[in-house]
């Protein structure tokens, strides 16, 4: 599933994180650190913490860590004993934090919250894709930490969708109001929208939000009349929205029997739940896209302790 155009990982990092990437976590880190009002007062006497895994996870955050650390505490030092993306069971040392007891005690709350959070998403969203096997699983932009919740999805397996409105061009139901305001028909502007997409722009990745098989279809021929035009082969995305895997399905087997099913993604999205992954798999749809990988998931449990001085 490699070839979906869902997977945005690339804009955040790869060996490092990008430009975007960091001004992202300065925004979180800076206001988690302005909330702990300076974190009280401490000696200055040098001490060990150990964070340790109170449950089985996948690990992701290090790089956030790494700038909190830099950005606020620069005379900790921060000893990584697992990688990104690394799993951990009970007991196991994520990392230990050196430097003086006042910023190390300071920062404890802050790295455990970031830390948390991201293995938590990374760790949950890696049992739905084990569950979803070749079909692709993205979240949606209904993130609640942005881009840090993006990259714990990429870490757990799951693409990570558009990371902005301006990443790529998605076209849903208020937008065709905006795009063909003269036509009432939504059949007629959802292929009249679709008309109007800059190619050159925009062919790449470009997801249009459809509620029926005519929408599908119009929206499907719209975008093929583009690309023979141009001799193009970029496919677009038509996101099912809130039609279910059987509804899915009929719109697969529609544009199969019409011969549209190779210019288009099919992209399954609303009310979407990790029981129900079989049947999404059976529609035919090549992803499903879904804010329960990354919302309301508990933190991985982790926890530090002071084990000496340095």
């Known amino acids: 599933m490699n070839s979906l155009p869902h997977d945005r990982s690339w804009l955040l990092g790869k060996a490092e994180p990008t430009a975007l990437f960091l001004d992202s976590m300065d ?25 340790r895994a109170k449950a089985i996870g996948k690990i992701s955050g290090t790089w956030v860590v790494n700038r909190l650390v830099a950005r606020h505490f620069d005379e900790c030092e921060v000893t990584w004993n697992v990688n ?22 300071c920062c404890e709350r802050i790295m455990l919250n970031l830390l948390g959070r991201m293995s938590g998403i990374a760790t949950n969203t890696a049992s739905w894709v084990s569950r979803a096997g070749s079909m692709g699983i993205a979240c949606t932009r209904k993130t609640d930490w942005g881009l840090l919740d993006k990259w714990a999805v990429h870490i757990g397996g799951g693409f990570t969708h558009r990371l902005s409105r301006a990443d790529a061009l998605m076209i849903k139901e208020n937008d065709l109001a905006a795009l063909a305001p003269e036509i009432d028909n939504e059949t007629e502007s959802v292929a009249a929208a679709v008309s109007k997409i800059d190619m050159d722009d925009d062919a790449e990745f470009t997801v249009i939000e459809v509620r029926d098989s005519d929408q599908a279809i119009a929206a499907t021929k719209a975008w093929d009349s583009l690309q023979i035009e141009r001799s193009g082969c970029e496919k677009i995305v038509l996101l099912l929205d809130n039609m279910g895997p059987k509804g899915c399905a009929d719109v697969h087997k529609i544009l199969m029997k019409e011969n549209l099913r190779t210019w288009c993604i099919l992209e399954g999205s609303g009310g979407v739940i990790i029981e129900d992954l079989q049947q999404w798999i059976e529609s035919g749809v090549d992803l499903v896209s879904t804010s329960a990988l990354n919302r309301g998931i508990s933190p991985l449990d982790l926890s530090m302790k002071v084990e000496g001085g340095e």
């Open 84 to 105: 990104e993306g690394d799993n951990v069971k009970i007991t196991d040392a994520v990392l230990t934090i050196s430097g003086p007891a006042v910023q190390v005690l």
């Open 27 to 51: 925004r979180w880190i800076d206001a988690m650190v302005a909330d702990e009002h300076g974190g009280g007062d401490s000696s200055s006497e040098p001490i060990v913490g150990t964070i």
